[in-house]
Nanobody
Framework: QVQLVESGGGLVQPGGSLRLSCAVS????????MAWYRQAPGKQRELVAA???????TYEDSVKGRFTISRDNAKNTVYLQMDSLKSEDTAVYYC????????WGQGAQVTVSS
């Protein structure tokens, strides 16, 4: 059974930092393309950052220079380091694993507010 479990969300002030983690089990992590998406209230889910099994990295324009995606294949975990957070980063963040099928985590709430 494939499971993606996110952690690390919470409330942070503008300008602060958070790190999200997504622990993956049930699939061979080294063969999986991983990504982080987010969905704000009333908006569609959007891609934030992705890192393929080959290490190719992409970012949504609004997070470039502020967010960093990384993966630890030994721990079967993908991370999203979020710095210089803004109120518009408030959303539920989901990790996604893409092999022959697509799997989603349950989501982690990130709220940026003073």
């Amino acid at each position: 059974q494939v499971q993606l479990v996110e952690s690390g969300g919470g409330l942070v002030q503008p300008g602060g930092s958070l790190r999200l983690s997504c622990a993956v089990s049930g699939i061979t992590f080294g063969r999986v393309d991983m990504a982080w998406y987010r969905q704000a209230p009333g908006k569609q889910r959007e891609l934030v950052a992705a890192k393929t099994r080959d290490g190719i990295t992409t970012y949504e324009d609004s997070v470039k220079g502020r967010f960093t995606i990384s993966r630890d294949n030994a721990k079967n975990t993908v991370y999203l380091q979020m710095d210089s957070l803004k109120s518009e980063d408030t959303a539920v963040y989901y990790c996604r694993a893409n092999t022959l099928r697509v799997y989603w985590g349950q989501g982690a709430q990130v709220t940026v507010s003073s």
